[in-house]
């Protein structure tokens, strides 16, 4: 996108219609995950038939972040994001009205396809959102993702309460994904395909393939992924196979976890700007090691739930971070290069639980669950590779 003057309102329904964009993201995620249960009680599918649906999911979603999410500097960030939210919503009411084991496998793998594909269009578009906006704002956006989230949960569960069938769950949310994305496309920032390689960082790869900076900033999104797929699954677990507790006690450890990383969204761009991106980066790294660390050497129930609270503070910031830099150091290929952070960050959060739960097997789960913390000091010893670099295209003014 050229650096066009957009005025304030121009700017407004932008960040709204991202805003948008990243809120249906979040529930359209929140009542699929809420729903699973009633999917696999639908079909009668076992548990290794239900695990033939989610990685169906996951192998969707690495396609559209791998793959169809690099048609965003060819196409325009706008363009992509309108179509791919459009998309998840058709495709979530498609779901919930799979008759057979085969046709929910094809349904969730377009699903997930479409969701991954609007990640990275999403993301990129927030990226040319905030180089207009003159700020870090990248942080709300994703605040407003964990409040979907929340928000598709509590729908999900309150379907489900009133034994309201997947088809109408489904279809009911899919329609008002409908409606948002088509208010998001009224108003998305326009943002012109690249055309070019100008303001392209010096150094980087031309080859075709990512740099190994770009590889880099993927491996901090995979640290920071593992610990929210250990927060996921294994904080419930932790908590009442090895402490001991209830097993409502239990499911406070994911909920502190998720409200804390929210809280620290909804107040990340302020210290974006305070702090700058650097010192944000690591002071985050370091709350999430210190206050998980903490919470498994205390070893009691209410550590633990503080413990995974701390994680999510300390986490909230850093993939915002690491998004915001990635797109801004070149511009050209921003879409591109989210693609390769956001699908070797993706990794972390599948793999990551499957590797916790190998180590729990040979050391216990109380050290395996030390695995993100190993990975937070190293994001924390990290975060000098999120320091601004000083383009040509800053150093050389140049006339529109």
Request: proline residues 5%; contains cysteine.
């Amino acid at each position: 996108m050229e650096n066009a003057p957009w005025n304030r309102r121009r700017l407004w329904r932008g960040r709204i219609a991202t805003s948008l964009a990243f809120l249906l993201f979040g529930t359209a995620l929140g009542v699929w995950t809420a729903r699973i249960p009633a999917i696999k009680q639908k079909l009668g599918l076992s548990d290794g038939r239900l695990t033939f649906v989610l990685l169906s999911f996951a192998a969707g979603c690495i396609l559209g972040l791998a793959l169809l999410g690099r048609l965003s500097d060819r196409v325009g960030s706008s363009r992509l994001l309108a179509v791919a939210a459009l998309l998840e919503g058709m495709l979530l009411a498609a779901v919930g009205f799979s008759g057979n084991l085969a046709e929910l496998c094809v349904a969730v793998f377009c699903f997930g396809a479409a969701h991954g594909t609007l990640n990275i269009a999403m993301n990129a578009n927030a990226i040319e959102v905030q180089r207009g906006w003159g700020g870090p704002i990248m942080s709300s956006f994703h605040a407003i993702y964990s409040i979907g989230g929340f928000a598709g949960a509590l729908i999900g569960g309150q379907f489900a309460r009133h034994s309201v069938g997947v088809g109408p769950t489904f279809a009911a949310t899919g329609l008002g994904v409908l409606v948002l994305a088509a208010w998001a496309a009224l108003w998305v920032l326009p943002v012109r395909p690249a055309v070019g390689e100008p303001g392209a960082e010096p150094g980087a790869d031309r080859s075709g393939g990512p740099s190994l900076i770009v590889v880099f900033f993927g491996v901090l999104v995979l640290c920071t992924l593992v610990g929210e797929g250990a927060a996921a699954d294994w904080s419930a677990v932790y908590l009442r196979d090895n402490l001991l507790s209830t097993p409502g006690f239990a499911a406070y450890g994911y909920a502190a976890f998720a409200i804390m990383m929210t809280v620290g969204r909804v107040f990340g761009d302020w210290l974006a700007a305070t702090l700058g991106p650097v010192l944000l980066v690591r002071l985050g790294g370091a709350v999430a090691a210190a206050g998980l660390g903490a919470g498994l050497l205390i070893d009691r129930p209410v550590a633990g739930v503080v413990g995974f609270g701390l994680l999510g503070l300390g986490l909230s910031g850093i993939a915002p971070q690491v998004f915001s830099t990635v797109g801004s150091r070149d511009t050209q290929r921003s879409g591109r290069n989210l693609s390769t952070v956001v699908s070797i960050g993706y990794v972390g959060f599948l793999v990551g639980p499957i590797l916790i739960g190998a180590a729990a097997t040979v050391v216990g789960l109380p050290t395996a669950l030390w695995i993100p913390v190993v990975l937070a000091v190293f994001v924390a010893a990290s975060a000098g590779v999120m320091r601004p670099e000083r383009r040509r295209s800053e150093a050389v003014p140049t006339v529109p």
